[in-house]
């Protein structure tokens, strides 16, 4: 079974850092780029950031651009999210998500991943 186990949120003030971690099993991992989506509460569920195979590619939410760091550590099966700046509007639950149909644009998607995380609770508070 797959399985992917995200941590690292918390309560932190604006302008503060986070890194969330997503670890997985079940999967070949390195066979699936990796992504990052939020929700805050009454909101659609939204794309933060997606990395490729092997790391050498990435995708960002304009929102987040030059804030937040998607990598990846394929040895130990687990993604991060480096979040920097933080903002009040960064408040959401966060999952992790993997997804194995291909690499592009489509990764911004949510119905294009196959597998996800239970989510972490990450609270910007002003």
């Known amino acids: 079974q797959a399985q992917l186990v995200e941590s690292g949120g918390g309560l932190v003030q604006a302008g503060g850092s986070l890194r969330l971690s997503c670890t997985t099993s079940?999967?070949?991992?390195?066979?699936?780029?990796m992504g990052w989506f939020r929700q805050a509460p009454g909101k659609e569920r939204e794309f933060v950031s997606a990395?490729?195979?092997?790391?050498?590619?990435?995708y960002y939410a304009d929102s987040v651009k030059g804030r937040f760091t998607i990598s990846r550590f394929n040895a130990q099966d687990t993604v991060y999210l480096q979040m920097n700046s933080l903002k009040p509007e960064d408040t959401a639950v966060y999952y992790c998500a993997a997804g194995l149909s291909g690499w592009g644009p489509e990764r911004r998607i949510e119905g294009n991943y196959d597998y996800w995380g239970q989510g972490t609770q990450v609270t910007v508070s002003s």
């Open positions: 990395i490729s195979w092997t790391g050498g590619s990435t």
């Open positions: 079940g999967i070949t991992f390195s066979s699936y780029a």
